[in-house]
């Protein structure tokens, strides 16, 4: 289904320690020493993670362990909930996405997210689209119309929906409303795209197409993938993080964190002891 | 679950309480249809010897088991032809076919038999609107008539009793009344509901409390605020700063269309604010959160997204609001309603709408008519008659905001939880 990892990725499983400081060198997004509190109760502890750039890292990890929260950490929609505290940084290009001056709703912008239940806003399928692209003030129509077909054809999703546009996007099936968001966030061309467990409300055939898709999106975008299922994390990512509690327990190149994990917690998570 | 515990005689029970209500509701309609209908239908002529050889014409307006009431020819003013006959003094009673009503311009009524005609309408000619042989119609002539009537009373305005001619004025008074509170309102309950739902905290429970106790003050409240806030306050500021050659004659600093639509507006505000708020609500979290995620601000979220999907909410916010406008007549004394308007808020003059007018309203009518009329066996009719418009204004306009609600609901039916 694709190539193998060892002969394509550019930080060769053998070396750790090397493979790490490749991968932060070629890194989209970093975290260093991330903390997030709700209130009293802290979250995330301390996590420094690279996502490499134009290639699909997976979350993994046990529910509640803070792989989603780490997600809205990462392009702030933290900001939202009352009493939630960050310390520590995420570099975005270099700079950090919680510096004072950082104007949040351009940070979003540049950090896509997609949700585990796609979220289709109640407008046509062409405005799902253009939102994004009228919040960066595009106007003329020709304009909007292209980008939105090369949104669609990003998301693969062009071909059923092109003649019924101006139709509610509330009327599409769950794959392609998956689909939708996705075009909807590409087409505001994000340096990361987030996916919140966005194959978990998916039947099989659609989740094995919407597998393909992430490969295509991979070649132009970096993805940073939260999935609970260890199966899809070993079939679709190179890069794969394992969280525990709060904490990044281990990260690695995919093939190697699931065939030769270091730390004794993943290889417990893996080979489905617990979680 | 009190069905469940309840069992069939619950439900039955329940089932006929509800149908009550309805029929209650039908019931009203009905009877105000009917009696407003009917006032406009064509009554036949009596001719009516007494024993005393006296004879006379007219309609007979309302009997009893020993005496009836006759309206006759009116020679000089409305409402003066009532006579009260004892059946023992009546000789003969009956309904000729060639009995003539003359019907005159201001709503005088003359009664005769055929060869009486000229005589009838001779002393004021210029004045015969109609003449005519209601004893000889068939149905469908009187269907005519009956028509014809309908018309008249919705489409010319009234003589200075408020007796007679149409309604005219009154019906476009409370529509342009209603209207304009609707375009006053939903800008300031729109705004007040979206700060509501955003900004938290123990200051909004306390606003959102007094917004709740503001739909439940008495409506001649209202009135009295907008007479001291709006008329003299408001009005006599602008009067005092842009009208002040015309002082001591106010321009705005009397009762006017605007200060009644705007003490309307305040009025259905509460209405409106709760409505708007539960649409935002409503809406789902994940609706925020992908906006956001798009780089939308808060403001953004809100105005582009939100507020038009919660469209059908803000509309039911509008039909209960001009639900409760339409219907409120007590505040609307205090602020510039009259019984007759000397000058149409609406009309043909630039700029058409004329906000510092008084006007003219069905409600009020309704309540000249049946109570402060000089003629109450015709006033009573009219009443219903003017009631009956006015049920039908409100629906009217309630089912065209209805209408519009349902088709958007249809489109964002898929979000409804």
């Given at each position: ?275 | ?243 002040a050659d015309r002082l001591p004659v106010p321009t705005f600093g009397s009762g006017g269309l605007l200060w009644a639509a705007l003490t309307l507006a305040l009025l259905t505000l509460p209405v409106v604010v709760v409505s708007v708020e539960q649409g935002l609500a409503r809406m789902p979290a994940s609706l925020r959160a992908g906006s956001l995620a798009l780089g939308a601000t808060r403001e953004e979220t809100m105005w582009r997204l939100l507020l038009p999907a919660a469209r059908p909410a803000v509309l039911t916010g509008l039909v209960l609001a001009i639900a409760r406008a339409a219907g409120s007549v007590a505040p609307l004394m205090l602020v510039g309603m009259v019984k007759l308007a000397p000058a149409s808020p609406l009309d043909g003059a630039f700029p058409y709408l004329h ?62 939880p």
């Open positions: 289904m694709r190539p193998m990892l060892n002969s394509v990725s550019p930080f060769p499983a053998t070396d750790p320690i090397g493979n790490r400081d490749e991968a932060a060198a070629s890194a989209a997004l970093s975290t260093r020493g991330l903390c997030l509190w709700y209130g009293a109760r802290q979250v995330l502890e301390q996590i420094d993670l690279d996502v490499p750039a134009r290639r699909i890292t997976a979350l993994i990890g046990p529910s509640g362990c803070g792989k989603s929260s780490l997600l809205r950490c990462l392009n702030r929609l933290n900001d939202e909930i009352e009493g939630s505290r960050v310390g520590g940084q995420v570099l975005l290009g270099g700079a950090d996405a919680y510096a004072a001056g950082v104007v949040v709703h351009e940070l979003r912008r540049r950090v896509g997210i997609v949700f585990q239940r796609p979220n289709p806003f109640p407008l046509s399928i062409h405005d799902n689209v253009a939102y994004g692209l009228r919040l960066l003030g595009m106007r003329r129509p020709r304009e909007l119309d292209e980008r939105i077909e090369a949104a669609l054809k990003a998301a693969a999703l062009w071909d059923e929906v092109a003649n019924r546009l101006d139709e509610s996007a509330l009327g599409l099936s769950l794959g392609q409303q998956q689909r939708l968001v996705i075009a909807r966030a590409i087409a505001v061309e994000p340096e990361v795209l987030m996916l919140d467990e966005p194959a978990s409300a998916l039947d099989p055939a659609a989740t094995l197409r919407f597998e393909e898709l992430l490969h295509e999106l991979a070649q132009r975008y970096t993805l940073l993938l939260v999935t609970h299922n260890m199966q899809q994390a070993a079939r679709v990512s190179d890069f794969t993080a394992f969280m525990h509690a709060g904490r990044l327990v281990e990260f690695d190149d995919t093939d190697a964190l699931f065939t030769n994990p270091r730390q004794r917690q993943t290889e417990d998570f893996i080979t489905g002891r617990y979680g | 679950m009190m069905r469940a515990r309840a069992g069939a005689g619950g439900t039955w029970l329940l089932g006929g309480i509800a149908a009550a209500c309805i029929a209650i509701m039908l019931g009203l309609l009905a009877f105000t249809l009917g009696s407003g209908l009917a006032s406009l239908w064509p009554t036949r002529v009596e001719r009516i010897e007494l024993r005393g050889g006296e004879i006379l014409f007219g309609e007979v307006v309302e009997s009893d088991a020993d005496s009836l009431i006759l309206r006759g020819s009116e020679v000089e003013r409305i409402g003066e032809g009532y006579r009260r006959l004892r059946r023992a003094d009546i000789a003969t009673r009956n309904a000729p076919p060639d009995a003539v009503v003359v019907q005159l311009g201001d709503g005088r009524r003359r009664f005769g038999a055929a060869d009486m005609e000229v005589s009838l309408a001779a002393p004021a000619a210029d004045g015969v609107a109609e003449v005519l042989r209601p004893n000889a119609m068939g149905p469908f002539a009187r269907t005519g008539v009956f028509l014809r009537n309908l018309f008249a009373f919705v489409a010319t305005p009234p003589d200075a009793s408020n007796l007679a001619g149409g309604v005219l004025p009154a019906l476009v008074g409370t529509v342009t009344l209603v209207l304009l509170m609707s375009v006053l309102v939903m800008p300031f309950g729109i705004a007040t509901a979206v700060y509501l739902h955003e900004r938290r905290g123990p200051g909004m429970r306390i606003a959102r409390g007094a917004i709740d106790t503001l739909a439940g003050v008495p409506a001649i409240v209202y009135g009295v605020l907008g007479l001291g806030l709006f008329v003299h306050g408001i009005g006599g500021g602008v009067d005092r700063w842009f009208h906000p510092s007018r008084q006007f003219m309203h069905l409600g009020f009518a309704v309540y000249d008519a049946a109570l402060a009329s000089s003629d109450v066996i015709r006033g009573v009719p009219r009443a219903y008659a003017c009631a009956m418009l006015l049920v039908c204004v409100v629906i009217a306009l309630n089912l065209s905001a209805i209408l519009l609600r349902n088709r958007l609901r249809d489109r964002y039916r898929a979000l409804e």
